[in-house]
Antibody, heavy 120, light 107 residues
Framework: QVQLQESGPGLVKPSQTLSLTCSVS??????????WSWIRQHPGKGLEWIGY???????DYNPSLKSRLAISIDTSKNQFSLKLSSVTVADTAVYYC????????????WGQGTLVTVSS | DIQMTQSPSSLAASVGDRVTITCRAS??????LNWYQQKPGKAPNLLIY???NLQSGVPSRFSGSGSGTDFTLTISSLQPEDFATYYC?????????FGQGTKVEIK
C-alpha cells in the first residue's frame, strides 16, 4: 500500500519561500508510470492543481504559479519537493501531495495534507 | 484553462435517495474526467476515473457516465458515510482543473 506524507513548516512569512517535502513509502518513486503531484486547497475552498513531476525530472506547472514554483524529485530518498517563492497570504492553504497514474491521469493516492499559513 | 462547472453546489438528501451530480466542461475533454469524494479534514479520495471506471474498493453504488463536455456522478442509494463534498476533475490537459465542488448534506 503506497503512502505519502507531507512535511515542512506550517508557518511562512510573506515574501519568503514555502518549502514542502513529500515522502513516499510502500513503493518506489522511480518505478515508472506515475507523475508526482502537488495540489492545494485554500481554507473552505476548492482544489487547485499546482503541478507535477515525472520520475525523469520533467515538470508541468500551473501557469498561474509557474514563475514562483519549483518541483523537484530525489529518487534516492523516495521523495519529491515543492518550493514556492515570494509567498503572500493568498498562498495560505492545505497542501497535498499525491501519486498520479500516467495511464488515465488521475490521483489514486494522496497524502493527508499539511496546512501552511503565510503570516508575519 | 478548461473551466469545470458542477451542479448543484449543494444538495440535501436522505439515506436511500438516488443522488445525481453533474459536471460540465468548457470544452470537450473526451472522457478524461475523474470524481473525488472529500470529507472534512481529509484528503480527497478517488471514486471514478476516466469518466466511468470505478476505483478499486469504492462501493458499487457509485457510478459515473458521460463524455465530451457533460458528465454525471450517481449514487444509487445514499448511505450515511456518503455525506461529503464531491469534486470533478479534468485530466485532458494541463493545467488540470477541478469543479467547485458539490456538498451533499443530510436532509
Amino acid at each position: 500500500q503506497v503512502q505519502l506524507q507531507e512535511s515542512g513548516p506550517g508557518l511562512v512569512k510573506p515574501s519568503q519561500t514555502l518549502s514542502l517535502t513529500c515522502s513516499v513509502s510502500g513503493g518506489s518513486i522511480s518505478s515508472g508510470g506515475y507523475y508526482w503531484s502537488w495540489i492545494r486547497q485554500h481554507p473552505g475552498k476548492g482544489l487547485e492543481w499546482i503541478g507535477y513531476i515525472y520520475d525523469s525530472g520533467r515538470t508541468d506547472y500551473n501557469p498561474s504559479l509557474k514563475s514562483r514554483l519549483a518541483i523537484s524529485i530525489d529518487t534516492s530518498k523516495n521523495q519529491f519537493s515543492l518550493k514556492l517563492s515570494s509567498v503572500t497570504v493568498a498562498d495560505t492553504a492545505v497542501y497535498y501531495c499525491a501519486r498520479c497514474l500516467h495511464a488515465g491521469d488521475y490521483e489514486d493516492y494522496w497524502g493527508q495534507g499539511t496546512l501552511v499559513t503565510v503570516s508575519s | 484553462d478548461i473551466q469545470m462547472t458542477q451542479s448543484p453546489s449543494s444538495l440535501a438528501a436522505s439515506v436511500g435517495d438516488r443522488v445525481t451530480i453533474t459536471c460540465r466542461a468548457s470544452q470537450s475533454i473526451r472522457n478524461y474526467l475523474n470524481w473525488y469524494q472529500q470529507k472534512p479534514g481529509k484528503a480527497p479520495n478517488l471514486l471514478i476515473y476516466v469518466a466511468s471506471n470505478l476505483q478499486s474498493g469504492v462501493p458499487s453504488r457509485f457510478s459515473g457516465s458521460g463524455s465530451g463536455t457533460d458528465f454525471t456522478l450517481t449514487i444509487s442509494s445514499l448511505q450515511p458515510e456518503d455525506f461529503a463534498t464531491y469534486y470533478c476533475q479534468q485530466s485532458y490537459t494541463t493545467p488540470r482543473t477541478f469543479g467547485q465542488g458539490t456538498k451533499v448534506e443530510i436532509k
